[in-house]
């Protein structure tokens, strides 16, 4: 168990896949973010449930090459509730959780994986059963302060429509106490997608053309198959080393497709492989609100695999939300967001959401559990959810401005900024590396991002203007700001006045 501080309020793109499906139904479709809503009573307890990604891939068809096989995890915390005179508390012990996929209890039907995994992996399965031996229900297993399923073998298609494709679907997961009684229960999202367009106009115009363009390496012949990407090409998302000739698939995937760098951008150039046009798996706050794309974190194609080049580990070592935000609202250095905690041991994927899908989310699925909690979408941050009631002192995240500063102004050299104290707008006079994409973040007293503004300098030094508005074109109130200025290793930093 582990104990909550009082507060006041709270705070890879999966790998690309390569196969043939059958077009899904647009995301339109779906629904969008529900509004209106209102909690659902509470009990003695709350689960928080997520999916520790916010798409995992798979091949619907693995007679010829298979890069992921169905693979999903689950994850969730219990949480006892507290009241005014007792804190609220993380358990594992004493209760159990289960899952199931309500309208989905087959995949055997659905993928010919179970036929080519004893070739593939050298197993074979029950049907039904994943290569960790979890299947479509059962149980989470109590691991620190979580309980998790890995591996669940969950395909985009449920029972009742087994030939369209459906990538946000929701599980059903029980808290249940020791004698069989329920405690809470939650319905998070477990995304999984099988869109790709590799095979279509202005791309690769077969399988075998796929597999006949790669190039000719002792241990691969592409006529022996079905062939394993992961066993010469090391997947950390299947834990295989491959061998050091081959090289990651991330690297290898990326940079033979850098080319597109040339006549595309942004999730247009992601979705040909990250799926898709239909399925649109990056559909967080980030995006959805603040207009971030998968480039913003990850570089475009020819970043992604020169990092690895350079000893980045794909999957292990990803962007991290510190990268913009301050200390107090990132993740420890060196550690992912999705196995991040933190307010009283409660994981980040927990309140926020998952990576890709942070709340609120444009689907409505992903929201339902926020919406349960506390009756309305996003982040789930009504103290009263796991409280019982509204405890006073600062939030998880801190909430003044002696806090804020030196997480804005650590290891940045001075910017310059005219005028200060701001009135309206004001400049800043940057010392930049030319034709190099930049960004200024503008933080309020409380560490959040208000503004975020990218420029590319022409020469060594550029100027670039802010109006005082935040994001959503509204004047800041009077206070107190800090801009940051980032060009890769390159940063600078200063405390603003804006008056009124």
């Known amino acids: 168990m582990s104990g909550f501080r009082r507060h006041a309020s709270p705070l890879l793109l999966a790998v690309a896949v390569l196969t043939l499906h059958a077009p899904p139904s647009p995301a339109a479709s779906r629904g969008a973010a529900v509004s209106g809503a209102t909690a659902e009573p509470l009990g003695t307890h709350v689960v928080l449930s997520w999916n520790d990604l916010g798409m995992h891939c798979m091949n619907q068809y693995h007679a010829d090459f298979s890069v992921l096989p169905p693979f999903n ?24 959780v289960t899952y199931s996929i309500p309208g989905n209890t087959t995949s055997v039907t659905k993928t010919d994986f179970w036929t080519y995994a004893p070739a593939l992996f050298g197993v074979s399965l029950p049907p039904d059963i994943g290569l960790t031996g979890k299947g479509l229900t059962g149980t989470l297993d109590a691991t620190g302060s979580i309980f998790e399923a890995k591996g669940i073998p969950l395909t985009p298609f449920t029972d009742a429509a087994p030939t369209v494709e459906n990538p946000y679907q929701q599980a059903l997961v029980i808290a249940r106490d020791g004698n069989g009684i329920e405690l809470a229960r939650s319905t998070p999202v477990v995304p999984v997608s099988v869109e790709i367009n590799c095979v279509s106009s202005g791309c690769h115009s077969s399988i075998n053309s796929i597999l006949n363009s790669h190039e000719r390496v002792t241990g691969f012949d592409p006529a022996v198959r079905p062939i394993l990407c992961a066993k010469c090409h090391a ?5 295989t080393t491959g ?18 760098d040339q006549s595309m951008s942004g999730v247009t150039e992601c979705y040909k492989c990250h799926p898709g046009p239909n399925t649109q798996c990056l559909r967080g706050a980030m995006n959805q609100r603040h207009g971030l794309t998968c480039q913003d974190c990850h570089g475009n194609m020819r970043n992604v695999a020169n990092t690895i080049s350079n000893g980045r580990i794909p999957w292990v070592n990803e962007p991290a939300c510190g990268t913009c935000h301050l200390p107090q609202y990132a993740e420890p250095t060196g550690q992912l967001f999705r196995n991040s905690t933190g307010h009283g041991g409660v994981a980040c994927e ?17 929201n339902a559990n926020s919406i349960a909690l506390q009756g309305h979408a996003g982040v789930i941050g009504d103290c009263v959810v796991c409280h019982g009631t509204t405890p006073t002192g600062s939030g998880p995240h801190g909430d003044s401005v002696t806090g804020v500063e030196p997480g804005a ?41 208000v503004q975020m503004l990218t420029a590319t300098p022409a020469g060594s030094h550029g100027t670039l203007n802010w109006d005082g508005r935040d994001r959503h074109g509204n004047p800041v109130s009077a206070g107190t700001y800090f801009a940051r200025w980032q060009q890769g290793d390159r940063t600078a930093a200063t405390r603003l006045t804006v008056i009124r």
């Open 350 to 366: 927990g309140c926020h959401g998952s990576t890709h899908a942070d709340f609120p989310a444009r689907e409505a699925a992903d």
């Open 73 to 96: 995890n689950l994850v969730a915390q219990v949480i006892r509730r507290g009241d005014a005179q007792t804190l609220p508390q993380v358990v594992t012990t004493g209760v159990g």
């Open 409 to 449: 102004l650590q290891g940045a050299t001075p910017l310059r900024s005219y005028p200060n104290p701001v009135r309206g707008s004001c400049s800043f006079s940057l010392d930049a590396r030319p034709g190099e994409s930049g960004r200024l973040l503008l933080y309020d007293a409380q560490g959040r991002i």
């Open 235 to 239: 997947s950390p998302a299947l834990g």
């Open 243 to 260: 061998n050091s000739e081959a090289g990651y698939f991330s690297r290898r995937i990326h940079d033979a497709h850098s080319f597109m």
